[in-house]
């Protein structure tokens, strides 16, 4: 494929900054909306409302700051996907099919995440002046939200496996393993469909699969796909040249 | 390929994979494999876990499951499972219109474990038992539910094969059989876990 052909844009520089706005998101993902907004673990679905309510109302800044970054950065997702658009159009040639449905995924992950990050924004912006089960119910909203907004992020991943699949160079950009583990990822969070049904158990918010197992493929999800995209531009760069 | 298998329209894989490999189907579509029986073998722990903390409903729950439909459904995941092992060795062997048929065979019969899973399915609604029940029963519903899923992706793979094996490519279509066998056994070797730690395991009340 004359790479010439598929781009005149040879800002590499560009393109790998956008890549590393996939750690950038992981990392502000965990530390502010994760550990400051008190998501990992979360409140469990069997908790009394009193329990989140005090944690809104003795934490509201902390939550408030972890949600305003959250929310800040939540498009950094998109960006990286747009980067890794832009690594497919050399497997797959320009506007196919399969790379417009990995940015869109991508795109449209960045929805349910600044979202429901309001929702817990709002509940931490007058915690005193609301009901607890009111605080209770946002932190509610919030995590049905981000659980089953898991459809677009799946439409990202699978996309990209199937797309990077079809790679015909000797070495493909992202080895078989990875594409099948994004396919596999997006087909996981499937699971996330039980997650309103129970309050306690594995498939509970908080359990085992619906949080520690979905969540933990996620957060390494971005950083293997990430590598193989950075070297794919190297290679890129090499071989259409600046 | 060797010049008189490609004349044939034969894949030149002697007693291997396609392409010579020794794996038994594509290394991508074996990872996906491993990774999602890895994330079972974890369901089969949670089951065990929750079985031993509390044995008597997992006993007087199971009591309310039909072994025979178990055994039935064990036995048509096998024996599916084994027409499309015969179903790759025609496909070795260059004999397309063989695989075909047997993997026609492969799908007749799995069709039967939909049958009877729809049908216990609906007797534990008609019975008032859901996935909210008990803890045996959230574990036996997301268990078979998600196995499920798996069998339904593979009818669709295997109506692919059929449709693929109608216009065989060589080693592309001998690649697509194997690793769709794969997904296959991955299919009914699942079931032949999940049927005695379900309706066995532990013993009934």
Redesign the interface.
Known sequence: MDGTKITTDNSYGAWKFCAWNGMIFMGVFIVFWGIMGHNIPPYAGSLEAEHIATYFRDNRNLVRLGMVISMTFAVSYAVWGISIGKVMDFILGRDHLLTNLQVWGAGLTVVPILVSSSFWLTGSYRPDALPTETLQLMYDMAWLLIDLGYAVTSVQMIALGAGC?RDKRDVPFFP??V???S??VGF?F??EC?MP??KD???ARQG??NFW?EFMIFFIYAPIITYYQLKAINRIRAEVGD | MSELAEVQGKPDVGKSGAGGSALPC????L??IC??MG?FA??FL?FTIGQVSDPETYRASRAMLDPAIGLANTLILIVSGWLVVRAVEAGRAGDWAGARLRVIMALVIGSGFAFLKVYEYAHKFGAGIT??TN?FF??YF?FTG?HF?HFAIGVGVLLVTISKLRKPQGEATLAWLESAGAYWHMVDLLWVVLFPLLYLAGGVA
């Open positions: 699949l078989k393993w594409c099948w583990y396919i596999w996981m499937t699971a039980l049904f129970f158990g594995a498939f085992i699969l197992i | 594509d290394s991508g579509v990872f996906f990774a999602d994330m974890l369901f949670l996935p909210l803890e959230t574990y997301a998600i899923l």
